[in-house]
């Protein structure tokens, strides 16, 4: 589940837009981290990743609003929600 923060395109037809003003901080492993991190990079987020216990501890905020264009209803519902469970502020305009 990749998308690009970028400016509203003509192929959009819902917009999310989020932010994350403080730190937040969550745990992962392996590919799962690398995943999340490499996702809250292109969603223009500031990433800090350390590793103690066998685990990784991300750290990331996103103080100014951003936005993603998306194409469906469906996928911009599946965005917010995952941005809303990592801590983030949404607004889903149609």
């Known amino acids: 589940m990749l998308a690009k923060a970028a400016e509203p395109n003509t192929a959009a037809k819902e917009l999310v837009s989020y932010r994350l003003e403080k730190w937040k901080t969550t745990h992962s492993e392996g590919e799962k981290a690398d995943k999340l991190v490499g996702t809250l990079k292109?969603?223009?987020c500031e990433v800090k990743v350390g590793s103690h216990g066998g685990h990784m501890d991300v750290n990331y905020r996103c103080p100014k609003w951003q936005q993603m264009a998306l194409k469906s209803h469906e996928e911009a519902h599946q965005w917010e929600a995952w941005l809303k469970k990592l801590g983030f502020e949404t607004q889903?305009?149609?």
């Open 42 to 44: 292109k969603l223009r």
């Open 92 to 94: 889903h305009a149609h």
